[in-house]
């Protein structure tokens, strides 16, 4: 069996920048599959709900719809190192692509953040030691605030991720 061993996204096995080797941890599970967005959308328009839903998800299976503000900060403040990691995902029977913000906690205790807007060429990651930096843009990105992307440097993925962050690794 074949792990992630340098990241270009952590994310998605089918993604370019993504590299495997046999000694590198796992790769977290793919976002919601195809069936399970039909099955959600479904039951949102057997109960008369709008055409978007915002869920979150996380690496040990738990999922949220409509998760309150509290309940994502729960959610990344629960986050352990390596390879766990959480995914707001926003499914819309109006756009086209997979619109989501996910994080890990890496295990040199940073976080890593990547956002993806519909398509692969509008995929893209950062790095930071503020988990309070990293709750205001899942929040801010759940709200469907346009400044939520502000204070990081955003790298299109398949850089590679340099090891470097808006902070010291020590948290400080």
């Not at 469907?144 to 790298?155: E, Q, S, T, Y």
Request: aromatic share 8%.
């Amino acid at each position: 069996m074949y792990r992630l061993s340098a990241v270009g996204s952590w994310s998605d096995p089918d993604d370019p920048g993504a590299v495997y080797g046999p000694d590198a941890p796992p790769a977290p599970p793919p976002l919601l599959t195809a069936q399970e967005r039909t099955w959600i959308r479904q039951q949102r328009l057997r109960q008369g709900e709008e055409p978007s839903v915002l869920v979150a998800f996380d690496s040990r299976g738990n999922m949220t719809r409509r998760p309150s503000r509290p309940r994502i900060g729960i959610m990344l403040a629960a986050l352990g190192r390596g390879n766990e990691h959480m995914v707001l995902q926003r499914l819309d029977d109006e756009r086209e692509g997979d619109w989501y913000v996910q994080v890990r906690l890496r295990d040199d205790n940073v976080y890593q953040l990547e956002h993806r807007d519909g398509r692969a060429a509008e995929h893209y990651w950062t790095l930071t030691v503020s988990q309070d930096k990293v709750r205001d843009a899942l929040l801010g990105w759940a709200a469907g605030k346009a400044d939520w992307r502000g204070g990081f440097m955003w790298n299109r993925i398949g850089a590679e991720p340099d090891g470097q962050c808006d902070g010291p690794a020590d948290g400080g």
